[in-house]
């Protein structure tokens, strides 16, 4: 079945659109008009999921990610104080909001990831990691399992070495599958249903042929689910950057990202979706990997404390409205295509 946006695990790399959409129409202009009669108070609900970005450090170098060339805010791991105080917040509220690792960097580098994991799950949240799978060695693939992880996107971009090192640079073919199968016999020698196994490509000139080959691969080794995720390169890329890996489109136009015939006025996603970045402080939302809109920090009074602050409210408002210069080239809350899953249990 496609895969219809908004979806919450949006990754930087495959954030804009190849062209723009129609503006909005006078329907949509005018909920843009009623949408700002709405009070504070309405956007003061706590979201239905926290992203936390663990590290904003990656391992690899992927040609149009903006952590490969376009982040210019400062490096580092998120502190394990930082992380309990959000989830200590949610102790006594009847919601919990699901808890994503799958942000700017890859989140396997922090050594306590499966630390946090368990924290979460053992108070009560969803937990959702996507991971590029390189530092999958079998005790962090068992502490991962172990952890009360819900859902994983292993992430592998091809089937072949061509495939996947051409775009996931200092990655290499042959030990990702290897740690990816690994960890699929891990989950299964444990006896654990577990995290949800997803396998996600994306679907690049180079991995569209083998799509078949993945699919097959991925009913034998044990994925519950595949995932061809569209590609596309990015408005913060350059237009010399955009002739220069334009080679990765996918060749069959209905496998790329497009956009609605006509533009939303609104975006819901600041309305279900917040970020916590590595040093605590809040994020708007998953395209904001360079934090360009600053909101108040988490590790003094908790997450709900600035999450309910009247600059953190203001700013779900703007984003709501989509007022920030950010949302302006934003495909999340626009995009008719974002790729196809596949559940390979039914």
Same mark, same amino acid.
């Given at each position: ?26 329907? =949509? ?130 089937? +072949? ?45 180079? +991995? ?15 994925? $519950? ?5 569209? @590609? ?21 136009? =209905? ?47 908790? @997450? ?38 596949? $559940?390979?249990?039914?």
């Amino acid at each position: 079945m496609k895969d219809q946006a908004p979806a919450p695990d949006l990754s930087p790399e495959t954030a804009q659109p190849d062209l723009p959409a129609k503006p909005p129409g006078l329907h =949509e202009r005018a909920l843009h008009l009623m949408a700002r009669l709405l009070p504070l108070s309405f956007f003061r609900r706590p979201p239905k999921i926290i992203i936390i970005d663990a590290t904003n450090s990656c391992n690899l170098r992927c040609p149009v990610c903006p952590v490969t060339f376009a982040m210019s805010r400062k490096r580092g791991m998120m502190k394990p104080h930082v992380f309990r105080k959000i989830i200590d917040d949610f102790k006594d509220q009847p919601e919990k909001p699901a808890i994503y690792f799958s942000f700017s960097g890859e989140p396997t580098l922090h050594k306590d990831l499966p630390d946090f994991i368990a924290y979460a799950h053992e108070n009560g949240h969803d937990t959702y990691l996507s991971t590029n799978a390189t530092r999958l060695t079998p005790e962090m693939s068992e502490r991962l399992i172990r952890s009360g992880l819900a859902r994983v996107n292993l992430c592998m971009d091809g089937f +072949s070495k061509e495939a996947q090192e051409v775009y996931r640079v200092n990655s290499d073919f042959d030990n990702v599958k290897a740690s990816i199968e690994e960890f699929l016999n891990i989950k299964k020698k444990l006896g654990f249903k577990t995290p949800v196994t997803v396998l996600q490509t994306l679907l690049t000139s180079y +991995s569209e042929p083998q799509m078949d080959e993945m699919e097959a691969w991925a009913r034998e080794a044990g994925f $519950d689910r595949v995932r061809f995720k569209t @590609f596309s390169i990015g408005s913060y890329t350059s237009a010399d950057q955009k002739r220069e890996f334009a080679h990765f489109l996918p060749r069959q136009k =209905e496998l790329r990202r497009h956009p609605r015939h006509t533009s939303h006025a609104l975006c819901t996603v600041p309305l279900f979706q917040s970020v916590v970045f590595w040093n605590g402080d809040l994020g708007l939302c998953c395209i904001d990997y360079d934090q360009v809109i600053q909101l108040p920090n988490v590790e003094r009074d908790g @997450f709900l404390a600035a999450y309910r602050s009247d600059e953190a409210a203001r700013a779900r408002k703007r984003g709501f409205l989509k007022q920030f210069g950010i949302c302006k080239t934003c495909s999340f809350s626009n995009a008719e295509n974002m790729g196809i899953r596949r $559940d390979l249990k039914k």
